[in-house]
């Protein structure tokens, strides 16, 4: 069983922090990392996707990826209160025709104004 | 209508009713999958499809049952649920299975 690890939180951090949360896998082959955001009681939403060790930054995230830690992290500069929501880390694998998404428990995140 | 979406929002349903969730994607991918979401707990997956054949099924009850007849169309079909079944169900599709899931709204279902 290919495993995601996020702690769950909840993270609390004053707005205009820098929020981190990270997230761990258990497979060397996963190619493909993807964070998305959920506030309470609505569906995920894609925050951003990582394919290539190092940072990728779109405005005020920041997702890193170390595939020989087997770790990726997401940084929220400027944290703002609206940022308040569960935070999921999935790992996609590439085994052909069995490969697919995995999902991590989520980091509850809560910006205080 | 774009992106994924999922009929009806909300759904309150008795034990020994029937009824059937739908989701339609918009977005030509060829994968589809189902999820349930409990209370301040993490998604499960539930059944996933990959151009409408069903190529997983994670030990899920037989009072849900999934029909995939196109690869835009998903349903899940409920008999006789438990009230532990209430939960958050959300539709998701992605071009291959190990692209970027979009998810639709969900329907919140309550089992009375």
């Known amino acids: 069983q290919k495993e995601v690890e996020q702690n769950s939180g909840p993270l609390s951090v004053p707005e205009g922090a820098i929020a981190s949360l990270n997230c761990t896998y258990s497979?060397?082959?996963?190619?493909?990392f993807f964070w998305y955001r959920q506030y309470s009681g609505k569906s995920p939403e894609l925050i951003m996707s990582i394919y290539s060790n190092g940072d990728k930054e779109d405005g005020r995230f920041t997702a890193q990826l170390n595939k020989a830690s087997q770790y990726v992290s997401l940084l929220i500069r400027d944290s703002q209160p609206s940022d308040s929501a569960t935070y999921l880390c999935?790992?996609?694998?590439?085994?052909?025709?069995?490969?697919?998404?995995?999902f991590g428990r989520g980091t509850q995140l809560t910006v205080w104004p | 209508e774009t992106g994924v979406t999922q009929t009806p929002r909300h759904l309150v349903m008795g034990m020994t009713n029937k009824k059937s969730l739908k989701c339609e994607q918009h977005l030509g991918h060829n994968a589809m999958y189902w999820y349930k979401q409990s209370a301040k707990k993490p998604l499960e997956l539930m059944f996933v499809?990959?151009?409408?054949?069903?190529?997983e099924n994670n030990s899920v009850p037989s009072r849900f049952s999934p029909e995939c007849p196109n690869s835009s169309h998903l349903f899940l079909h409920l008999h006789t649920l438990q009230p532990e079944d209430s939960a958050l169900y959300l539709c998701a599709s992605s071009q291959s299975r190990t692209d970027t899931q979009y998810f639709g709204p969900g329907t919140r279902l309550t089992v009375l």
């Open positions: 497979d060397r082959v996963s190619q493909s």
């Open positions: 499809y990959n151009f409408k054949e069903q190529t």
């Open positions: 999935a790992v996609a694998d590439r085994g052909s025709t069995l490969g697919r998404l995995y």
